[in-house]
T-cell receptor, first 114, second 116 residues
Framework: DSGVTQTPKHLITATGQRVTLRCSPR?????VYWYQQSLDQGLQFLIQ???????AKGNILERFSAQQFPDLHSELNLSSLELGDSALYFC?????????????FGPGTRLTVT | AQTVTQSQPEMSVQEAETVTLSCTYD???????LFWYKQPPSRQMILVIR??????QNATENRFSVNFQKAAKSFSLKISDSQLGDTAMYFC?????????????FGTGTRLQVTL
């Protein structure tokens, strides 16, 4: 158990819908990262937040957005869902700051778009 | 942009034997960090080992060790005394830290099967 929690574990929804994935980082961690794992794209970095502020952005679609709240939990919002958005979405956390700490991953949310 | 290449899609090793997984990367950076992550059938991503590019000494964690060749941009993982529980996908990852910003760039993974 990494200490990073993600809810829900599984999500099945229809095309065009909107969903919210939630992540709680390990106690004491200030950075949260979101990754997408799909069969065709592999593991891809989406976005990073550090202490509530966006710090790094990857190939995140405009239909996707994220935020980190004052209690440091984070949410990833996916809208106008397409079949190709079906994937495993991971949240990871690290101590953050200017030192390169390891990232610890949550169990993931499996999203299926039908 | 950094790229990470894992040229072995699948590998197999017998229990108690040693296996080496390959990883190469491309970067113009001098200071960076490399990782190996394991993803068993449960799909959980588990950190195996970490290497700082400025360190010449290869990292080791129990049965896991790396061979880091900075000039060759190579970062292989050696698993000694393989166990059935080592069966998993293994991902090599590159990280560059800039201020408080960082991200992991992953390779495509190597599926390792440990057999009796």
């Amino acid at each position: 158990d990494s200490g990073v929690t993600q809810t829900p574990k599984h999500l099945i929804t229809a095309t065009g819908q909107r969903v919210t994935l939630r992540c709680s980082p390990r106690s004491g961690d200030l950075s949260v990262y979101w990754y997408q794992q799909s069969l065709d794209q592999g593991l891809q970095f989406l976005i990073q937040y550090y202490n509530g502020e966006e710090r790094a952005k990857g190939n995140i679609l405009e239909r996707f957005s994220a935020q980190q709240f004052p209690d440091l939990h984070s949410e990833l919002n996916l809208s106008s869902l397409e079949l190709g958005d079906s994937a495993l979405y991971f949240c990871a956390s690290s101590v953050g700051g200017t030192r390169p700490y390891e990232q610890y991953f949550g169990p993931g949310t499996r999203l299926t778009v039908t | 942009a950094q790229t990470v290449t894992q040229s072995q899609p699948e590998m197999s090793v017998q229990e108690a034997e040693t296996v080496t997984l390959s990883c190469t990367y491309d970067t113009s950076e001098n200071n960076y960090y490399l990782f190996w992550y394991k993803q068993p059938p449960s799909r959980q991503m588990i950190l195996v080992i970490r290497q700082e590019a400025y360190k010449q000494q290869n990292a080791t964690e129990n049965r896991f060790s790396v061979n880091f060749q900075k000039a060759a941009k190579s970062f292989s993982l050696k698993i000694s005394d393989s166990q059935l529980g080592d069966t998993a996908m293994y991902f090599c990852a590159f990280m560059k830290q800039t201020g408080t910003a960082s991200k992991l760039t992953f390779g495509t993974g190597t599926r390792l099967q440990v057999t009796l």
